[in-house]
C-alpha cells in the first residue's frame, strides 16, 4: 500500500492525464454516463414505485368486486338472458361458506338530486356498512365515517365527499350536525371525506345500508359486493370458488361466464407490480451494461497509453523499477479515472433526481414520488464501478510488465 501515498506515483499519474487532456474527458464521460443513467433510472423507478404504493395505500389491494348480470345459457328451465340479482341472503351464505374471507362489504348505489338550500346538484348514493372504510380507509375532513348505530337504527344520516361539501356548503362552513336533502329526505350530515387517490366510487354520498335499502325498496337486492381475502390466501381461487356458488344458489349453468361480472383487484395490479420489477431489472440492466462499456474505454485508453508510454517504461524499468510497481501505477491509474467518473456521475444524477422531485414530484397528482437511490445501492454500485476498475486495468497492467528496457530504449 506505500506505492498510494508515494507523491512520485501520482505525479506521473497526473502527468500521464495531462498529456492527454482531451482522450482522458471522453474517457471519463463514457464511465460517468453509465452510472448516471444507473442512479437516474433506478430513482425514477423508485418514484414510480412509491406513487403506485401511494394510491393504493389506503385500499385493500387483495380484494375482488363481484356483480350480477344476465346469463347467456338456458339453465334448469331458465331461458337465456334471464336477469341474475344479488341477494343479502348470497352476503350470509358466502360468509358461512368460506373461512378465507376478511371482509365482505354488500352495497347498493343510485344517483339523487341531493339539496342544501338554495344549492343542490346530482351525485351517487352509496347505501354501505360502516366496513366500508377498513376496506377502503376514508380521510375525514369533518366528523366520522358510518358506524354500527347507524346501520342498526336504519339512521338518516349521510357521509359526503369533500367537492359535494363544497358545493352545497359555504366555505369553511362546518355542515356536521346539518341536513340535507336527498330524494325528498331529509338526512343529518355526520362527515365529510376526501377522495382518495384510487375510489372506485368518485364524488359518493355513503348513507347506512339498511336505510338505502328501506328509503329506495330494494328489499334484500343489492347492487354488488366487495371482497377481501385474508392474508395469505388466494384472492383468485377465492373468486372462482365465490362465483361458483354464487351460480348453486341462482341456479345459473357452472359454465355460464357472464352471469356473474367481477374484477379483480389483486389480479391487476400483480400486473403493476410485475411491470415495474421488470422495469427494474432492465434499469439494472441498462445501468451495468453501460458502465461496463464505459470501463472497457478507460482499458482501450490505458493500452493506448501503455504503448505511447514504452520510452518512459523502459527507463524506469532500467533504472529498478519492478514490474510489480509497474503494474501498480497503471491499475491504480484505472481506479482512479473509474472513481472520479463514478464520483461525478453519481452528484450529477442526483441532481437530476432532486430536480424531477422538485417538479414532476410535487403536486397533487405527482408521476413520481420521492424519486431515489439508497445510499446501500449507491455504495454498492461504486464498489462494483471500482472492481470494474482494479480488473479492466489489469490487462493494460500486464502489457507495461511485458515491456523489456533494452528493447524499449532500442524500439526508440
Known amino acids: 500500500m506505500k506505492f498510494l501515498f508515494d507523491s512520485d506515483t501520482w505525479q506521473e499519474i497526473y502527468g500521464g492525464i495531462r498529456k492527454n487532456k482531451t482522450r482522458t474527458i471522453i474517457t471519463i464521460i463514457g464511465v460517468l454516463w453509465g452510472i448516471f443513467l444507473l442512479v437516474v433510472l433506478l430513482g425514477a423507478a423508485r418514484g414510480m414505485e412509491n406513487n403506485f404504493k401511494n394510491l393504493f395505500g389506503d385500499f385493500a389491494t387483495n380484494s375482488v368486486f363481484v356483480w350480477a348480470q344476465r346469463t347467456d345459457k338456458p339453465f334448469k328451465g331458465f ?32 344517483n339523487s338530486t341531493i339539496t342544501n338550500g338554495f344549492k343542490s346538484g346530482d351525485f351517487n348514493v352509496n347505501g354501505d356498512y360502516p366496513v366500508l372504510d377498513q376496506v377502503q380507509k376514508k380521510e375525514l375532513v369533518y366528523g366520522r365515517f358510518l358506524n354500527d348505530n347507524d346501520i342498526k337504527l ?35 350530515v355526520v362527515g365529510v371525506y376526501k377522495s382518495g387517490n384510487i375510489d372506485f366510487d368518485g364524488q359518493a354520498t355513503y348513507i347506512p345500508f339498511t336505510t338505502f335499502q328501506q328509503v329506495y325498496n330494494r328489499a334484500n337486492r343489492i347492487g354488488w359486493m ?24 341462482h341456479k345459473v349453468d357452472p359454465e355460464d361466464e357472464r352471469a356473474f361480472g367481477s374484477f379483480n383487484m389483486a389480479v391487476e395490479i400483480g400486473k403493476i407490480t410485475g411491470f415495474l420489477t421488470g422495469m427494474q431489472f432492465l434499469t439494472w440492466f441498462v445501468g451495468i451494461a453501460t458502465l ?46 473509474t472513481t472520479i467518473a463514478g464520483m461525478l456521475g453519481i452528484v450529477f444524477g442526483g441532481i437530476i433526481l432532486f430536480i424531477m422531485d422538485s417538479t414532476v414530484g410535487s403536486g397533487p397528482d405527482p408521476t413520481l414520488l420521492n424519486p431515489t437511490v439508497s445510499i446501500t445501492i449507491v455504495l454498492i454500485a461504486f464498489l462494483v464501478l471500482a472492481i470494474l476498475g482494479t480488473l479492466i486495468g489489469l490487462i493494460p497492467a500486464y502489457m507495461a510488465t511485458l515491456v523489456k528496457p533494452i528493447e524499449a530504449l532500442r524500439d526508440e
Open 79 to 110: 331461458q337465456k338472458g334471464r336477469r341474475v340479482r344479488l341477494t343479502t341472503n348470497d352476503v350470509e351464505v358466502l360468509k358461512n361458506e368460506y373461512d378465507q374471507i376478511k371482509f365482505l362489504a354488500p352495497r347498493s348505489q343510485t
Open 226 to 249: 366487495m371482497i377481501t381475502a385474508k392474508d395469505g390466501y388466494d384472492i383468485k381461487q377465492l373468486e372462482t370458488d365465490i362465483k361458483l356458488t354464487l351460480k348453486n344458489l
Open 154 to 188: 336504519k339512521s338518516k344520516v349521510c357521509v359526503i365527499e369533500e367537492e359535494i361539501y363544497k358545493q352545497l356548503f359555504e366555505k369553511n362552513e362546518n355542515p356536521i350536525g346539518q341536513y340535507v336533502i336527498i330524494s325528498n329526505i331529509n338526512y343529518k
Open 292 to 337: 461496463i462499456a464505459g470501463v472497457f474505454a478507460i482499458g482501450n485508453i490505458l493500452l493506448i497509453t501503455v504503448k505511447e508510454r514504452t520510452k518512459e517504461i523502459g527507463i524506469r524499468r532500467a533504472i529498478g523499477a519492478t514490474p510489480a510497481s509497474v503494474r501498480q501505477q497503471v491499475i491504480l491509474e484505472s481506479v482512479f479515472l
